[in-house]
Antibody
Framework: EVQLVESGGDLVQPGGSLRLSCSAS????????MHWVRQAPGKGLEYVSS????????YYADSVKDRFIISRDNSKNTLYLQVSSLRAEDTAAYYC??????????WGPGTRVTVSS | DIQMTQSPSSLSASVGDRVTITCRAS??????LGWYQQKPGKAPKRLIY???SLQSGVPSRFSGSGSGTEFTLTISSLQPEDFATYYC?????????FGQGTKVDIK
């Protein structure tokens, strides 16, 4: 059974940083592109970032470009999202997902980031 | 960026009703589209991939159609557990984009 579990969410002040993690099991992690999406309270889903299976290609939404960095450690079956220069509008539940040639078929339960002073 | 226009934004329906939700892409995306169901406080759940392929374990009352720029999710006979919010996602071109969502609630 595929399982994705996010961690690292917290309450952080504006301008602060966090590293979100997504631990994967039940799949050949190094074969799958991985993704982050988020959902602000009461809002819809928003695409954040993607990384190729070997980590060689990364993609970002315009809203997070130059502030967020996606990475992965295939030896640890773990996906990361370094989030920096945080703003109030980054407050959201962050979900990691995996895909294999199509839209992501699996998502984790999410980790919550709150940006507030 | 590719824009996904989803309609309606909300609808009220009764158990047994046929429900149709539409997503329109601002440019052609072949069949690179998924449909997701989300319930409050939960992760999205994929219902349809490649525009018309039913995810394993998803009831057959859900179906998807379309290609290019026009896509449809149909629920043939709405069940109590189907009251939720539905999203389309285009994965043809980065950055990927979601539709705005359609909230289906009880009439």
């Amino acid at each position: 059974e595929v399982q994705l579990v996010e961690s690292g969410g917290d309450l952080v002040q504006p301008g602060g940083s966090l590293r979100l993690s997504c631990s994967a099991s039940g799949l050949p992690f190094s074969n799958h592109p991985m993704h982050w999406v988020r959902q602000a309270p009461g809002k819809g889903l928003e695409y954040v970032s993607s990384i190729s299976d070997n980590g060689g290609s990364t993609y970002y939404a315009d809203s997070v470009k130059d502030r967020f960095i996606i990475s992965r450690d295939n030896s640890k079956n773990t996906l990361y999202l370094q989030v920096s220069s945080l703003r109030a509008e980054d407050t959201a539940a962050y979900y990691c997902g995996c895909s294999g040639g199509s839209s992501p078929g699996y998502w984790g339960p999410g980790t919550r980031v709150t940006v507030s002073s | 960026d590719i824009q996904m226009t989803q309609s309606p934004s909300s609808l009220s329906a009764s158990v047994g009703d046929r429900v149709t939700i539409t997503c329109r892409a601002s440019q052609g995306i072949r069949n690179d589209l998924g449909w997701y169901q989300q319930k409050p406080g939960k992760a999205p759940k994929r219902l349809i991939y490649a525009a018309s392929s039913l995810q394993s374990g998803v009831p057959s009352r859900f179906s998807g159609s379309g290609s290019g720029t026009e896509f449809t999710l149909t629920i043939s006979s709405l069940q109590p557990e189907d009251f939720a919010t539905y999203y389309c996602l285009q994965h043809n071109t980065y950055p990927w984009t979601f539709g705005q969502g359609t909230k289906v609630d009880i009439k």
